[in-house]
């Protein structure tokens, strides 16, 4: 009897990832990545993802795949496998992506939110032993999860609605505003005053980047970061910004849940030595001293928490 797989896709604003992965959780083969069709039309984004599915497929061997899980970001009606996205993947608002892709791929297709995903792929693959965290993943926008005893709590009183995190309230604004990959440009173009302090070489592109109003050259997050690295005075305060932010704005949620830890992922959650002491001053002020704050594993650990629950009910469509 062949060993049983599945085909897990991580798909994002600016890239999506792809791998097969065995019921032991082990991968199979490579990480496929892709550029994201993110602004393409039905057609395009459809095919992008059918063909990202068949490349990871491609590798299972005398693996059996019996399905393909996708992590895709909110707004998406999961079980149905239909999209409410408006900013991004607009060309597919309302249609039934899963039968879209099942017409192309044959195998049946569950969907999970990609932040929920992130969190399950720690709790199974990082930290087994954690009874009860918090996982913020941050990049393009902003994603959490609340993880308790290896499941998502999304309902109840110590969480916020659907466990989101990226609509909290914060400065005016939501917390998404602040922490992700334009909050970061947004506070480094405010800081630069219009471009005094240089902003290096290089000119970003993609949905990372922005352009402030003040003269700042187009930089990109982790342009921002590498300057902060290099001791650039605006691009340092612009992720200590961040970390304050990420502070302020999560603990009141932290304090309800009462996590034993924050773990952070995202591409620009990679920056966490440049944000993190922020966020730790801001959660010591706001009563969490001695909440840890831990970089999530190398690599997409969100591919094994999509692959996890059709791995372990295979049999649920």
Known sequence: MSQLAVVAVDVGGTSV?????SAAGDLIGEVVESSSPAAGTKDEIVAELARAVAAARAQAGDFTVTACAIAMPAPFDYPAGVSHMEHKFQAIRGLNLGRLLRELTGLPTYFINDADAFGLGVSWRQLPEAERFVALTIGTGL???FIENGETVTAGDAVPPHGEVWDLPYAGGVLEDYVSARGVVAAYARLSA??????GSGTGSGTDSGTDSGGVDRVTAKEIADLAFRGSGPAVEAYRAMGTAIGRGLAPVLLRFGPELLVIGGKVGQS????????GRALAAAGLPELPIVPAAAGNIAL???ARRPLERPDAR
């Open 194 to 199: 219009g471009g005094r302090h240089g902003t």
């Open 17 to 21: 990832d792809a791998a097969c992965i």
């Open 272 to 279: 966490l030595p440049l944000f993190g002491p922020a966020a």
């Open 304 to 306: 094994w928490g999509a």
């Open 143 to 145: 994603g959490g999860s």
